[in-house]
Structure formats: C-alpha cells, structure tokens
C-alpha cells in the first residue's frame, strides 16, 4: 500500500462550501471557526462567473489569511469547458487540496492527477474526491485505491439522491448503503472522508442528528453550506472532555500493564487491549491537534 499524503491527526470536523464567485465570502472565510473551506468553482457559480471566480479564488489563496484553515479547491469537471484550466490555476495557487466533482472512476483520477503535474503543482497535492454518483460509489475502491494523492473522499449525497431517484429522509436510509460503502474504502487505503452536507438549515434538531448519525458511522467531519452549522459540526465531531480523559487512563493503563510483561488489562471493569489503545490514542491526537489549532 501507498504512503497517503497525511497520516497525521488534522481536524476535519467542519468543512464548508463557500462559492468562489463571492468576494464578500471569501473573506469571510479567513475568520469563521472552520476546520476547512471547499473554495467552490464549480455548483456554486454559474457558468458566466468560472473564469473570474477562478481567478478569485487563485488570488484569494495566494494572499492567504486563512491562519490554519486547511483550503481545498473544488474545480470543474475535465469534461466541461473550465476543468483544465480550473486545475491549473489550483496547481499555482498553494491550495492544501484539490477536489473532484462526480469522480467515478481511477481514470479521472489519473487524468486529473497528471495535469496537475504538467502544470506544476506539488508532487504531494493531496486530491479529494466527490462520491456523488451511483457509478463512482460501486467504484470506491478503485477510486480509494487510484494514487497515493488520494487523500479524502467527500460524500455528495444531494446529487446522489438525485440519481438514487430516492428521498432525503432523517434517518437517510435511502444513503445508508452508499455512505458505508465509501467509508469502507477510505479506512481500507487510510484515508480521510467527509459526510455529504444538510439542506434544511432551518433544522437545527436534525443537522445535529445528522452530525452524531455521521460521527457514529465514522467519519471524519461533515461538509456544510451555512456558517451558522459551523459550532455544532465542531461540537460533535471532536471527543467530548470525558471521551480525553477516558482515552488517556486506557493509554496509562495499557502502558503499566505492558511494563510489567502483561498484553492486556482490565479497566473499570473492561478489558483493554492494544486495539483500544490505538483507538485512545486517536482520541488524543486529534483533541491535541484541536487544541493546537484553536491556540
């Protein structure tokens, strides 16, 4: 297996589509709570405003200001008349990432790839994906497995819907098998991956359901499309205090233990072994990189 362009612990917890076209938004970027920022050039902007928010967003990245706010850039698909030149643009911008619309197949993943090269772009640029679509979802291993670029996968549950000829229900049923699906290859090829976002942003109960239905599934974080979702994604997706502290008795435990030849515990009662030590310290690591990130 390829060496993933990240393994270490980076927040994740709140990612949020801001449409490239919009200068007001880009600013206000720099200051909201975000763990990311997906700079849309793609859904969120009409065709007549591709190439300024192209040039929008490559100028907004390069002026920097976003502190430690991790930027992806969504482009446009290399089959439309902007894809090409929107990556090109990514690949001299200092971008952290560079995501795919509608990915369904290694190949687009390679395409894509290569033209980042021959504009450039760092060796490393990790590329994100959008499992949007029937075909790309039957096809996330592959698209997991496609390069060692590869470094998140981005559920589109709206387009995905769409296709599904299904419906958005609470519980998303209708998306269940797919969101497993892609959450299989992303841990099968240590990758990260994002929950698809929440339309109604009148419902707080149900983004907040939403949010602990995706923790629970395993996820790394949700994508949004409001800044008001932003403290509630942040919220649930990080390890509550009790979770840290639970994390670093089990991490203390094991270690006494290990120091006295022992390869299991019991704490409170559990046992412990080092598959919850490695969760623990997940745990820890990512609460640690919460912390430094807000400092």
């Known amino acids: 297996m390829s060496t993933r362009v990240t393994e270490k612990a980076r ?36 065709p007549d405003a591709k190439v300024m928010a192209r040039r929008q967003v490559a ?36 971008a952290d990432a560079v995501l795919l619309p509608k990915v369904e197949t290694a190949g687009t993943v390679a395409a894509a790839a290569a033209k980042l090269r021959e504009a450039g772009a760092p060796a490393d640029l990790p590329i994100w994906c959008m499992m949007e679509t029937p075909l790309g979802i039957l096809n996330a291993k592959e698209i997991a497995a496609s390069s060692p670029q590869v470094d998140c996968l981005v559920m589109g549950t709206s387009d995905l819907v769409k296709d599904l000829q299904a419906a958005h229900t609470p519980l998303r049923l209708p998306v269940l098998a797919a ?10 090829y240590r990758l990260s ?75 409170d009662g559990k046992l412990i072994e080092n598959l919850h030590v490695e969760t623990a310290k997940r745990t820890v690591a990512l609460a640690d990189a919460i912390a430094a990130q807000a400092a």
């Open 193 to 267: 991956i994002l929950d698809g976002v929440h339309l109604d942003l009148d419902d707080d109960a149900g983004f907040r359901a939403a949010c602990q239905q995706g923790k629970e599934l395993g996820f790394d974080g949700k994508t949004l499309i409001h800044p008001k979702t932003l403290s509630v994604a942040n919220e649930v997706f990080a390890p509550s205090p009790a979770e840290v502290s639970q994390a670093r008795r089990i991490i203390e435990a094991f270690a006494k233990a290990a120091a006295e030849g022992k390869g299991v515990t019991v704490l």
């Open 179 to 188: 969101l497993s699906v892609c959450l299989l290859a992303a841990r099968a």
């Open 59 to 94: 100028e907004a990245v390069k002026a920097g200001g976003y502190g430690q706010r991790e930027l992806a850039v969504r482009v446009n698909g290399l089959d439309s008349p902007w894809g090409g030149e929107d990556l090109r643009a990514v690949a001299a911008s200092g």
């Open 11 to 46: 927040p994740r917890r709140s990612v949020l589509y801001m449409p490239g076209s919009n200068a007001r938004a880009l600013e206000k970027g720099r200051s909201l709570p975000a763990d990311a920022l997906i700079l849309d050039l793609e859904d969120a902007v009409a």
